[in-house]
């Protein structure tokens, strides 16, 4: 290993062990019950993105100098089991496509980090939120260097439970709650997917290392080593797993939920980075929509559902937040479209500029509220409602339906009650009514001590 | 076969068993508590000595030194290999943070002298091979929760019903293996007898319901100690694996398979925290069976890692829920308690075990689940998804549990929440336990890849497991330092899928072809 290698290693591994530090250390004062101050907290998270930030613009620097397009940083097997050719690899890869996607995820949460430290001031949950925040950004981090499938996977993973508890981070109220466990439930369906497509990757080259799927050139020139039925196969669950991330159709219902959470996580999450890993996981295997048209011919097709749908129901939605997420849905449609159609550099500055253009009109949406009903109370009547050139073409009866189709949320979530949700809790009741019945009849008796179970128990001031 | 420099396992079984006669019969009530958590702490440090002795050793099998049982009855009764090595540290840990986290207040229900008794004989119960004394303690094992049902006036029947079923299919299954002997082509007639019976003890469906009503029925913590260290599955290892041939394993892993889905849908529907983590670990407990049964040395080191995980993780797990129970009695599941703010010791724990049972990156649990799907996928792609359906299914249910207890409007209470320092050290136990197995996998999936081979070198020794669709991969088995060892196999079993009528030489029967790739 020669100097520049060297450098390169030494940069690469501190901007993904920064967030790993602060993690650990968020997490074990958690554990041990040693309550950190508020100062202490935010100083470690801004110093964390720094440690990474920095590393990864040395990166950068040193990339545009030498010339290189590739720097792989290799932290060896972190399983291995030779004789029957497993490994789990651990490898970070910096490239056209990880290296904006990092630094941006690094410059947002150092600005969200920065508001949060004034938003939450004195809040009860702050160093519960700055640990689910770490969580996510190191997830973010690992997801956007990943150098092979399965590390790309544990930093999605992560990703997935930090949003599913900051989207239930206002605990003592039910509906954020109820919000929370319902991303939850879409990310691990959607997260099984990404687990087959991961194991699948694994068998078809022998290995997760997305240079192993992508056998020749390097991002985004490379072309898939695998046959169009492969292709198909796997880029159709790898787009399952992509949807329910970034809440394309049909996936969209959770959207609006997830804005349950506080302001700022909302604008890192919904606005910015978890709503763009779904585009960004696609953009990194892109290669194979050239293997297979009808991947592509899928991919498109549901970008331009999504934005459809986006479109629609962000422009009657009564919560600000709620309108700037089907909003987000919108643009991150359109992506999906431009990453079906090849134009992969117009994705990822697309991606780049929408994530920062609309963190800020997150950030700014509490506010802007305060500033409408100002302005409102100095005229004494409602702002003036304009009305689109389309909407005076449309007839009647579909400007209607099309209200009520975005008022509703695309039905989505509807379709998903009553079509998955519902069946599956009678099938499933109905197996616990029998099991019932069985050991009734067997005890002779009622069985089960635990219909007797009191609703709250902790509110009855005794000892059980 | 190596002999330890201690008798480890000898006095890992007699410790407990002399602790329950003095807490019975000799100990101050108001000490009993400290001496059992002292007795079981022992036992652990003896089952830990023997690890770390057998593991310096370097083979796959030894028994104790100066081993009296062994010398008055002329054989060799207690023996730790590969495959067992590992579980005794984990069932003495499992006794030891129950008994850490057992209140003083349940002193009347949960009977220490039963718990040690128990522990005694799953210590001995994990240190047999295939024999009698290995029949007549999984028989023994039942006889304390039957006890303890009897004295807390509960109907015995369905549990009276399944334990029997199990006892007796047992019994006559292997007295017909001695008759016949392994080899014989009238070895399935037993082979299912044994199997039957270790299906049962499973708990897969749909002969499960003694273990729902055992959590209904008995207390938390001896449901726990009887269920958690996977007992039947170690009788399949021991006395099914052995002798059975692979096509009966897939249609055993099958029903092994649909029991991890069962279970996982049951799981979410349930209103009450107990019944609730009875389905989830019966769910986790199946995925462990589907990879001891699919046979391909992956899928089994991945079934051994994630027996290792489960039986850690979903220990933490019902603890911790024993311990919120301990405060304000059976957690209900219809509505939020709001339990954050006044354990927010035991809601980050719960959080962990449960993120842990269900693999969750980081923790001891990812790693064995990666392996057990891919070598569920290496087998029949579909099972491979079905597992992944089972564990996202398990990973809603934890969530859901865990926003239902610990989330929501806070109530005042009279009684003190917060973890008391026994539990703290238990929760921290663990804690670094299964974080710790998160972030260095490696030993430990070396240990039971090597136990995985020499499985798969007790199938290879007998003719009948290797009929009807069973091809062998050459396996160079080498040990850590990378050199050959003489002692493993060089073979393994590879199933065929069930769509190819004959033998094929593909290591990965699936249809994805392995392609070659270079680096760019």
Redesign the interface.
């Known amino acids: 290993m020669n100097a520049t290698e060297l450098v390169f290693q030494a940069l690469g591994t501190a901007v993904v062990v920064s967030p790993l530090i602060l993690v650990a250390i968020l997490g074990l004062s ?4 040693r309550a950190l101050s508020e100062t202490t907290i935010s100083r470690l998270t801004q110093a964390s993105v720094l440690f990474s930030l920095m590393p990864a613009i040395g990166i950068l620097a040193m990339m545009l100098i030498l010339g290189t397009r ?1 720097v792989p940083i290799e932290w060896g ?8 050719d ?1 490994h ?1 690899h651990v490898k970070f890869v910096f490239d056209r496509l990880s290296v904006p996607f990092v630094i941006l995820s690094c410059v947002l949460c150092g600005v969200v980090g920065a508001f949060t430290r004034r938003y939450l001031h004195r809040e009860d949950g702050y160093s519960r939120f700055f640990l689910y925040y770490a969580m996510f950004f190191t997830g973010m981090v690992m997801s956007s260097l990943a150098g092979t499938i ?1 590390t790309l ?2 930093g999605w ?2 990703v997935g ?1 930090s949003s ?1 508890l900051l989207v ?1 981070y206002f ?4 509906n954020p ?1 109820r919000s ?2 319902r991303v ?2 879409i990310y ?2 959607s ?2 997917a990404f ?2 497509a991961a ?2 990757i ?6 997760g ?1 997305f ?8 991002w985004p020139e ?1 072309t898939a ?3 169009p039925q ?1 292709a198909l196969f796997v880029g159709a669950l790898l787009l399952v797993a992509a949807a329910g991330k970034s809440a394309l159709f049909p996936f969209s219902g959770w959207l609006p939920r997830a804005m349950e959470g506080p302001t700022p996580s909302s604008a890192i999450f919904y606005g910015a980075l978890s709503v763009h890993l779904g585009v960004y996981l696609l953009l990194r295997v892109s290669p194979l929509l050239d293997v297979s048209t009808t991947l592509r011919v899928m991919v498109v097709t549901l970008g331009v559902v999504s934005a459809g749908c986006g479109a629609l129901m962000s422009r009657v939605q009564h919560d600000v937040k709620v309108s700037l997420a089907y909003a987000s849905l919108t643009q991150v449609g359109i992506i999906v479209v431009e990453i079906g159609l090849g134009l992969h550099y117009l994705a990822l500055v697309h991606i780049i500029g929408h994530a920062c253009m609309r963190t800020m009109q997150l950030l700014r949406a509490p506010t802007l509220l305060r500033d409408y009903q100002n302005m409102e109370n100095a005229m004494g009547s409602r702002l003036p409602a304009g009305k689109s050139r389309l909407a005076k073409w449309m007839p009647n009866s579909i400007e209607q339906w099309c209200y009520r189709f975005g008022f509703d949320r695309g039905f989505m979530d509807t379709a998903l009650d009553q079509w998955i949700v519902h069946p ?2 009678f ?3 109905k ?2 009514s029998w ?1 019932r019945a ?2 009734d009849w ?4 009622p ?4 219909d ?8 009855t ?4 | 076969m190596g002999e330890l420099h201690f008798p480890w396992m000898e006095t890992s079984i007699l410790v407990p068993l002399v602790g329950a006669v003095w807490i019975r019969f000799f100990a101050n009530p108001d000490n009993s508590f400290r001496q059992a958590i002292a007795i079981s702490a022992l036992t652990l440090a003896l089952t830990v000595g023997e690890l770390i002795d057998f593991v310096t050793l370097g083979t796959f099998a030894a028994h104790d030194h100066w081993a009296l049982i062994d010398w008055l009855f002329h054989q060799e009764v207690f023996v730790v290999d590969e495959l067992s090595a590992f579980l005794l540290p984990l069932g003495a840990l499992i006794h030891l943070v129950t008994v850490l986290s057992t209140l003083r ?1 349940k002193a009347p229900r949960f009977s220490l002298t039963s718990c040690l008794v128990s522990e005694s004989i799953l210590l001995a119960t994990f240190s047999c091979r295939a024999s009698w004394t290995l029949v007549a303690l999984l028989t023994a094992a039942t006889v304390p929760v039957y006890l303890e049902l009897r004295r807390r006036r509960r ?1 015995t ?2 549990f009276v ?1 399944h334990m029997s079923a199990f006892v007796g299919l047992l019994v006559v299954g292997w007295a017909m293996l001695q008759y016949t002997g392994s080899s014989s082509e009238y070895v399935l007639i037993p082979g299912a007898l044994l199997t039957a019976a270790a299906l049962i003890r499973s708990g897969i469906a749909p002969v499960h ?1 003694w273990m ?2 055992l959590f ?2 008995s207390t938390f913590g001896t449901a726990i100690l009887f269920v958690t260290p996977l007992t039947g599955a170690y009788a399949v290892m021991r006395f099914v694996l052995p002798i059975a041939p692979a096509w009966a394993l897939q249609s055993i892993a099958v029903l092994s398979l649909t029991t991890a889905v ?1 279970a996982g ?2 799981s ?5 925290a ?2 609730m983590f009875c389905f989830l670990f019966l769910s986790q407990a199946s995925l462990v069976l589907v990879g001891l049964e699919i046979v391909t ?2 899928g089994l ?1 991945g079934a051994l890692c994630v027996w290792l995980s489960v039986g850690m993780s979903l220990t933490g797990f019902g603890i911790t829920l024993r311990c919120i ?8 599941l ?7 703010r006044q354990m ?2 035991l809601a ?2 719960f959080l962990l075990t449960g ?1 842990a049972s269900i693999g ?3 923790t001891v649990g990812f ?1 064995g689940m ?2 057990l ?2 070598g569920a ?2 087998v029949y ?1 579909i099972v ?2 079905m597992v ?2 089972a ?2 299914l398990c ?2 249910s934890v ?2 549990a865990y ?1 239902r207890i ?10 003190p929440m917060h973890a008391r320092m026994s539990e703290r050290i238990a ?2 136990m663990l ?1 670094v336990l299964i974080i710790g197995g998160g972030l260095v ?2 030993p430990g ?2 240990s039971r ?1 090597h136990a995985a081979n020499e499985l798969s070198q007790q199938r290879q020794l007998n003719p009948m497991t290797t009929v009807n669709g069973v091809v062998h991969e050459h ?4 040990d850590d330092a990378g050199a050959p060892d003489p002692t493993f196999s060089n073979e393994s079993v590879i199933l065929n899928p069930p769509d190819q009528s004959h033998p094929t030489n593909h290591t ?1 029967p ?1 249809t ?9």
């Open positions: 958690a554990l041990v019950g590739y097997d972190w399983v291995s089991i030779p004789e029957q497993f789990f399965e996977f544990v993973e992560m439970l599913a239930a605990d003592q109220r039910e709650v929370g466990q939850w439930s691990r369906l997260d099984a687990l087959i194991i699948s694994h068998h078809m080259t022998g290995e290392d240079g192993g799927l992508m056998s020749s050139g390097i490379g080593a695998v046959t492969q599956f809790v099938l499933f009741q197996f616990d099991e069985t050991t067997m005890s002779h008796e069985s089960r001590e635990s007797a179970t009191k609703l709250h128990p902790e509110s001031r005794k000892t059980a | 207040t109907c029947r369905i019903f319901l729902t009503d209904e029925k069962y849908g049951m979410l529907i349930q209103k009450e107990r019944r040395p992956i080191t129970e301990a405060r304000i009695s059976r957690i209900s219809a509505d939020f308690h709001g339990l954050n927010p010791t980050g724990f993120l969750f990156p980081f790693v990666e392996l799907i891919d996928v290496e792609p491979g998804t992944v359906i564990a996202a990973g809603i969530m859901l926003f610990f989330t929501g409007q806070a109530k005042t209470t009279l009684i929760v921290v804690s996998p490696q999936v070396a890849y396996v160079t088995a080498a990965r699936i994805l072809d392995r392609l070659k790739t270079t680096q760019p």
